[in-house]
């Protein structure tokens, strides 16, 4: 790694990478094993930081159940290409050879054993064993393409480096306090590429004052939930917290919703309603209602939910058939409309990026400009909650690596 730049008498290359995170860094490797001189620059001070904060600190680095129709994008079919030539099996391959210990945690995801920066170390000494040279706090001063097709990058402190091909590995916009810029989506622009409307994505959201109010004093509390907006739906862990709603679950859905739309959020997604109703009043006729669905769920949760309701100190055998169908339609069918999200300063990924549609799904070179590539989250391309968006860097990272 190298912090410090040469000087001219090397400042040709075959390749240039802009950015040093997960799909860069595979580029990267897999260029410099075809023996292409690849530079890699990036602005921060450390390689791979994205790679090092996620999953907490263990790196969530693929999924064993990779499929295309778990990514969005505007060109649905764009993903399955780099996909299907490299997987996560191949991804796993290369994790093993380097005895990382990993685990499943569950619906396929898989995290290592110990740090992060097992998986960091591995891309670096790839790329190092292939002759990848890494430039940090490199701020990039302008681009431009020479009359005889080269890329002139220039720094801003006025070094210039050409390559034939340029690779834009830039990121989206998600936590800006890691160095995340709109740079990408500009070289794009400049290049005439179309960007497709950004938008954070596996964001937590925010609450309109009054159920912010109503809902706050359950902040921490967790349940196993499904959450759906129109056709689609996640079950998985959901958590109220002192802004609003989060956990896996929202955060998969968030990636879905739009604003003014309203969540619809089953908190007993396996319990037949009317027959553990039927059988509780049999049992314990004089028990409460809240007593009934504290069995259930977080007592709290109960309490907020049932608070004012007519029927909350009702004992069972009082209850009516249709009472007990609004009730479950209280807690399996509970609607809420969102005020908004988190925002980028918390999102995981950017929904949205450069338009896949002037990008070549087999290179991932631009349609029109011969050596300009971009591969990774820049791209419009976002994979749901659980290692797909490493996979789509790893993915996209060596198909172009194969071609740059």
Same mark, same amino acid.
């Given at each position: ?25 595979m580029?990267a490797?897999?260029?410099?094993k075809r023996?292409?001189?690849?530079l890699?620059?990036d ?29 969005l ?13 490299y ?8 994790v ?5 210990p ?7 995801? $898989?995290?290592? =054993? &110990? !740090?992060? *920066? ?6 670096? /000494? ?5 002759? @990848?040279?890494?430039?940090l706090?490199s701020m990039?001063?302008?681009i431009?393409?020479?009359?005889k ?6 720094l801003?402190?006025?070094e ?26 500009k070289i794009?622009e400049q ?6 409307p ?8 925010t $609450?309109h004052? =009054? &159920? !912010?109010? *109503?809902?706050?004093?359950?902040s921490?509390? /967790? ?5 759906? @907006? ?9 958590l109220?917290?002192h802004?609003?709603?989060?956990g ?16 619809k ?5 396996d319990?037949?309603?009317l ?11 004089n028990?409460?209602?809240?007593e009934?669905l ?13 608070a ?8 069972l055998?009082?209850?009516t ?20 999200t ?5 999102a995981e990924?950017?929904?949205g ?15 029109k ?5 971009f591969i ?11 290692g ?17």
């Open positions: 790694m190298q912090n410090n730049h040469n000087n001219n008498n090397n400042n040709k290359k075959d390749v240039i990478i802009i950015g040093a995170g997960a799909a860069g860094l580029c490797m897999e260029a410099g023996g292409r001189q690849v890699v620059l602005h921060s001070n450390k390689p791979g930081k994205k790679i090092l904060m996620s999953g907490g600190g263990r790196c969530n680095f693929t999924n064993q159940e990779i499929h295309p129709h778990k990514y994008s505007q060109n649905l079919h764009f993903c399955h290409s780099a996909l299907k030539r997987t996560q099996w191949d991804f796993i391959e290369l093993k050879r380097y005895k990382i990993f685990h499943e945690k569950k619906l396929g995801q $898989l995290f290592c =054993d &110990d !740090k992060a *920066k097992d998986i960091l170390d591995m891309l670096l /000494a790839e790329c190092a064993h292939a002759g @990848v040279k890494i430039y706090n990039i001063g302008q431009k393409q020479t009359d097709g080269f890329f002139e990058v220039q801003s402190n006025q210039v480096y050409y390559a034939q091909s340029l690779v834009i590995a830039t990121g989206g916009l998600s936590i800006p306090t890691m160095g995340a810029t709109p740079f990408g989506y794009a290049f005439g590429l179309n960007i497709v950004v938008r954070a994505g596996l964001v937590p959201f $609450l004052l =009054d &159920d !912010k109010h *109503k809902f706050e004093v359950l921490g509390v /967790a349940c196993d939930s499904v959450v759906s @907006v129109g056709e689609t739906a996640f079950r998985e862990n959901m109220f917290t802004r609003g709603l989060s896996p679950a929202m955060l998969q859905i968030s990636n879905y919703w739009l604003p003014g739309q309203k969540l959020l089953n908190f007993l997604p319990v037949l309603f027959a553990i109703f039927k059988q509780a009043q049999k049992q314990k006729p028990s409460s209602l809240k009934m504290g069995q259930c769920l977080p007592k709290r949760l109960v309490s907020i939910l049932l004012n309701h007519p029927l909350e100190h009702h004992c055998q009082a209850i058939h249709r009472e007990v169908e609004k009730i479950a339609e209280l807690f399996q069918a509970f609607q809420i409309t969102p005020n908004g988190e925002g980028y300063r918390t990924v950017t929904i990026g450069v338009d896949t549609q002037g990008i070549s799904s087999k290179t991932f070179e631009a349609n400009i011969k050596g300009l590539y990774g989250e820049v791209l419009d391309v976002t994979g749901w909650l659980g797909y968006n490493f996979q789509w860097a790893w993915s996209s990272g060596w198909a172009a690596g194969q071609y740059v």
